[in-house]
T-cell receptor, first 112, second 114 residues
Framework: SQQGEEDPQALSIQEGENATMNCSYK?????LQWYRQNSGRGLVHLIL?????REKHSGRLRVTLDTSKKSSSLLITASRAADTASYFC????????????FGQGTRLTINP | EPEVTQTPSHQVTQMGQEVILRCVPI?????FYWYRQILGQKVEFLVS????????KSEIFDDQFSVERPDGSNFTLKIRSTKLEDSAMYFC????????????FGEGSRLTVL
């Protein structure tokens, strides 16, 4: 089954605006993580939220998790041109399942 | 800052040839992974490795694939007989937690099969 589907697939905003990306998943999770990927580069971990947490902040990032709806959102405030990248959510399974399952990603473009 | 390093950054090979992709995970990490990303698509899990053995593998990771940690520092992915559809970016990752905490990814090895 699909896991970690992001919405929208692409988002283009002006510098300084806030960017919100959503992720839905289907199975029980231990945690949900967001990663960033610059074009042609590796994935960089941004933030992890555990299944018993509802909201987490890190700098300009705010992540929410609603386990009843099996969804998460990533908010980037006061966006900068350097935030242009693809953003992926990834779900970590229940205890004993080590892999992360990634979604299709949201391609974010920040226009100067 | 410690990082995961991968070599080669790009490899071009003929269909049917063997390919070995190499990774040096972060030194105190215990869990190692290979993922792949076909151009424009999602990042797909291939295999996880812990305590010198495979702990989980996906359907993609068939008999043509193998992994090895030959010397305590390198972690390799071998594709025995490459197919056109193996063309992708292959990412190595390592982590410290069994319950899938943060993973640290390398910059990837781009494999092009002709």
């Amino acid at each position: 089954s699909q896991q970690g589907e992001e919405d929208p697939q692409a988002l283009s905003i002006q510098e300084g605006e806030n960017a919100t990306m959503n992720c839905s998943y289907k199975t029980s999770i231990n945690n949900l993580q967001w990663y960033r990927q610059n074009s042609g580069r590796g994935l960089v971990h941004l933030i992890l939220i555990r299944s018993n947490e509802r909201e987490k902040h890190s700098g300009r990032l705010r992540v929410t998790l609603d386990t009843s709806k099996k969804s998460s959102s990533l908010l980037i405030t006061a966006s900068r041109a350097a935030d242009t990248a693809s953003y992926f959510c990834a779900t970590g399974g229940i205890q004993g399942a080590q892999k992360l399952v990634f979604g299709q990603g949201t391609r974010l473009t920040i226009n100067p | 800052e410690p990082e995961v390093t991968q070599t080669p950054s790009h490899q071009v090979t003929q269909m049917g040839q063997e390919v070995i992709l190499r990774c040096v995970p972060i030194s105190n990490h215990l869990y190692f992974y290979w993922y792949r990303q076909i151009l424009g698509q999602k990042v797909e899990f291939l295999v996880s490795f812990y305590n010198n053995e495979i702990s989980e593998k996906s359907e993609i990771f068939d008999d043509q694939f193998s992994v090895e940690r030959p010397d305590g520092s390198n972690f390799t992915l071998k594709i025995r007989s490459t197919k056109l559809e193996d063309s992708a970016m292959y990412f190595c990752a390592s982590g410290t937690s069994a319950s899938t905490g943060e993973l640290f990814f390398g910059e990837g090895s781009r494999l092009t099969v002709l």
